[in-house]
């Protein structure tokens, strides 16, 4: 059975986390207490880097038209902690169209890494990308911190439960291994998330949303999928999901990390 946690539960999970840490000293005689390995898997450290190849398509009529390039993400550096005390770091996203290029400025990510989520900033548009401990089928609202799921009637606003782009563990503890232009990339342990593919909301006769991330323990994001398709001809024919008619789709795989 899938776990759903709500904008509330987020909110608070700092304050209970306080609470366990004294319960857990008052009893550090009866049980031994395994650390929290979930931020493993989004470690963050100033001057860290990432590098990513990327493949954009955009497609039109059923016709893509590919762009490849490379994209880095760095640490620049460690901000103020956020209100609960959690370390906020800002990542600066920079592209470039060969690996004999220099890099040129993108983009500005903050990344928030607390012991019970993680959070991504791009803009004002703030998500929750991961939520710990990582366990397969346990579910999310990955946009418990914007407006995203746009207007919802007054029962839905009031359970947040109910969400539009709902994020789930897919996958955890897996092996994962890749390939991107002509090399191999393997990992040990993995966790992957999906959106909600249901048919009301990911993927149906007339389009096509899936946005998928694979996370290694000890380097973070390696693999990252995004697709947006309309199967509409917005004629008389109607819905035809074998036909893209306007889309979408882009994928990053991690080439090389360090610092």
């Known amino acids: 059975m899938k776990q759903t946690y709500s904008f509330q539960q987020l909110r608070v ?4 986390l306080g609470g366990l840490l004294l319960a857990v000293a008052s009893c550090k005689n009866e ?17 860290a880097y990432r590098i990513y190849a990327v493949a954009d398509t955009s497609w039109r009529n059923n016709v893509p038209t590919v762009s490849r390039f490379q994209f880095r993400e760095q640490v620049a550096a460690e901000l103020s902690p956020d209100a609960t005390g959690q370390p906020v770091y800002r990542v600066i996203r920079s592209r470039r169209a060969t690996a004999t290029d220099s890099w040129a400025a993108d983009s500005v990510l903050t990344v928030t890494v607390a012991k019970s989520f993680v959070t991504e900033q791009l803009g004002n548009r703030r998500t929750v990308v991961m939520v710990f401990p990582a366990l397969q089928g346990k579910n999310w609202d990955s946009n418990a911190f914007n407006t995203l799921n ?110």
């Open 150 to 259: 746009g207007p919802l009637d007054s029962a839905r606003q009031a359970n947040r439960d109910y969400q539009v782009r709902n994020r789930y563990y897919a996958q955890t503890g897996a092996a994962l291994s890749l390939q991107r232009d002509g090399r191999s990339y393997a990992y040990d342990n993995t966790v992957t998330t999906f959106n909600d593919l249901t048919a009301a909301n990911g993927v149906n006769i007339c389009g096509t949303t899936v946005l998928r991330t694979t996370f290694a323990k000890g380097i973070g994001p390696v693999y990252r999928v995004r697709r947006r398709y309309s199967h509409d001809s917005g004629t008389l024919a109607g819905c035809n999901p074998s036909f893209i008619y306007l889309g979408q789709s882009r994928s990053e795989v991690l080439i090389e990390s360090g610092k």
């Open 31 to 47: 049980t031994e207490v395994l650390p929290d390995q979930g931020p493993e898997y989004y470690p963050m450290e100033v001057g």
């Open 13 to 16: 999970a700092q304050w209970l």
